[in-house]
């Protein structure tokens, strides 16, 4: 089940009514490894960064508190433009401090944070805290403001008037999913899901192009923390912000980060990478205790299901004669995958019991399990299919939900070690040529959202 | 012959509703001295605890200062005042305001300082002033709190404004302490009452004040 | 006839020397408090029990609080007379309206899995009243009685208006008729010092009491100051749930 609400694409329709057609997710948009097509995509967005660049640069930064405390000790970062950069780290390794130095809620003892090559100390300091929008785990919201006002606030607050303001609000309830039936509710009015949507769009109200969330989502049940997770990505491809996210749940980094960044206590930064690679390549012992188990199926979700062979063999609709089914049933097929007449699955039939009855009874299929979406969700997807399948069989289909083909457990299990080698490879070429860009092998990022 | 039969006599008695020992004259009086020693009272607590509350400090050595400011007896501190500065509104003055600021310092900076902290972090991380801080985000929601500590002063204020007729000024003590003295138990009834009534005024008042200014979205679900 | 001029030169008329007007004070003050204790917990109780009770009782308790000592002493003299007694009920009154919802706060403040532990440990709910709730409450309790007992001492003064039932306050009717201010000086200052002695009193037999919670802990401030906003019927709570 938990495998199951993983892969809830991005825009639960349930929620939202129809996904704009930008917000579909086709893989690697915005790795910072894939910069050119993360480029285009802010190209299209309405409300691009208005040519600011927002590098992050943190310099060897140091945070020594009055009492003592080293929190965070001589960390560098170089947070990319128009990406999702992951703090994450076990409880009081500083990643909150370093976010709070960002805004200088914290201001840093040594070394120097650059904000598009300039010193963040250049500026007044609330000039550069309305320039990031600021994300808190409980929300934060105004209780005695309704939400439309709570959206308002910076926008207010940088002298625009309260129609364009409002206005402005009601267009980001609507892109974080709020119904705008809620605009006028109090924050109390709210469940907890929907008012950390609120806190996301108050922070995304001016359009600043950097946005810093602080464990935004912890505070609210797995399922919801799901649907708020899958929303901010989809957001994020529209708008293409620069954000820094801090959590200490690693699926969360490894489903959220373009780049994760594991701190250790103290303060000190244990691996940046991206996730693929973390998940490959721990870079010590306390980072590959902190992933935890399972990480090479974990990791199969940056492999795209879209190299997949898939066969047709033994799919059959619940309406073919005894001859197309006498047909289809050879010795390599045990089991034929029975769709009804627009394709989409019904389930299986055993091969035996079907040839020479009188056509296919749709009341006697085995379950088909849930399927796949070809192309579009992972190896690991497909593989979970495989094994959860009660054929051991595989059932991909498209985007309509028809059946494209099936694929066999060992089918699955080729593909895995072929986009393992192609991966290799691409790494090492790209190690050999020091080019620290290009698409990944297969392609799949985030196709496991 | 029950307090009722005093206060129907008293509040039937036409003579009692005009001239300067009328009713409303009096009512006035009383609430003139009333809503001046509450001014006075919040024009120094309120920012005091305002301030201290936002920035947390201080805490204790307000809580001494209110701890002192209500040991001190007011009825013995008019007549103390009285002694030393003569007839006037100042020695009225003195014991209303330090009875009314205790309860309005403690409670603001009560209200203010256990203010949700997550808000307030969200506000300066979007880059408010603590002006701002304070007054747009902090004081809406300890405004409930506050404006209890304001009742309660009020409400004191009123009851012992009374007492201000003891060093011969006027107000409806004029009515309890005049009876008192003349033996006529239908008038200090009848002042009592209307003592009685200004304090559930205040209530009232109050509660009006709170449903006006505080945001429903604080107030809810009471 | 009034004796020398001095501060402690006490006028013959009020039948009692420096210490014993202190003592008359003392009990003026103490024993309505003591009263509205008694009478508070068991109210406080049912509050606490029968939840629908609560309302109504902070309603009366606010419209007790809300009458004038002076007028009350006025109503009562018709029935208990120019006595001790009339300058008691009152105070007891008082008392009363201050400490039933710091009582019913206190208690209610206990957290539930606090409640379920003791319950699961096999009290019944008189040990787990008295075992469980009433210490937790302590603090609340104390801050309750420390305001209750501070305006006691001071309206008790007030009782010389109807007739030199005040104690100390009987100094205050004296410097009048006798034009001393030294007497409403000795009457200030006394009474003073007494709210503070038996106000610094409670403060340390709570510590005694409560030796688990840190000074000055920040339970006992915010008891302080649901004491001094006394009765409220609709205060402070949205506050308490937000800052959870
Ligand atoms: N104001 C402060 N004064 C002193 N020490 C502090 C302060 N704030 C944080 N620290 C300490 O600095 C370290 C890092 O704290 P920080 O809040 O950044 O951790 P974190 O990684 O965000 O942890 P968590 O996951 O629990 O939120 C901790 O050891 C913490 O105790
Ligand atoms: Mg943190």
Redesign the pocket.
Known sequence: MRERSHRTGPGNPARRGPRPVTGRNIGGLNSPRNGLRARAAQADSRHVRKGIRALIRIESVT?R???G????DRLSLEIPDGSVTVLV????????????MINRM?ELSEGRILLDGADITRQPVNTLRRSMGYVIQNAGLFQHRTIVDNIATVPRMLGWDRGRARTRAMDLMERVGLDAGLAKRYPYQLSGGQQQRVGVARALAADPPVLLM??PFSAVDPIVRKTLQAELLRIQEELGKTIVF?T?DIDEAIRLGDMVAV?R?G?KLAQFAPPDELLSAPADEFVEDFLGAGRGVRRLSFFTSAGLELTTDPVVAVDASAAQIAERATDDVPYLLVTDADGRPLGWARAKDAVGGEGLDAAQLLSHGRPFEFGRDSLRDALDCAVLSPTGWAVAVDGDGRVVGVASQETIAGAIRDAHAERKGSADRKAAAGAPGGPGATGARRTAR | MSIFHFINAFFSDGSHWHGYDGIPTRIMEHLQYSFMALGIAAGIALPVGLITGHTGRGGNALALIATAARALPSFGLLVLMFFWLGIGLTPVMIPLVALAVPPILVTTYEAVRTVDPSPVDAARGMGMGPAAVLFQVELPVALPLILSGLRSAAIQVVSTAAIAAYVSLGGLGRYVIDGLYQRNYEIVVGGATLIAGLALAMIALFWLVERLVVSPGVRRGR | MSGGAGFFDIPSDLQHTYLGLIGEHLKEALIPVAGGLALSLPIAQLCVRFRWLYPPVLWVTTVLYAIPSIAFFVFLIDYTGATETTVMIPLTVYSLVVLVPAIVDGVRSVPQETLAAAEAMGFTSMQRYLRVELPIAVPAIFAGLRVATVSSISLVSVGSLIGNEGALGNLLSDAHVFHRSNLAVTSVVTTAVLAIVIDALLIGIRMLLTPWLPRGSRSARRASVDAVTGPAPEEARPLEEAAR
Do not use: F, I
């Open positions: 945070k508190y009055p009492d405390t080293v929190a965070v780290g076990p409880s009081g390794c500083g990643k909150t401090t370093t976010l709070r914290v602080d464990e801090v200490h701190m206590t303060g």
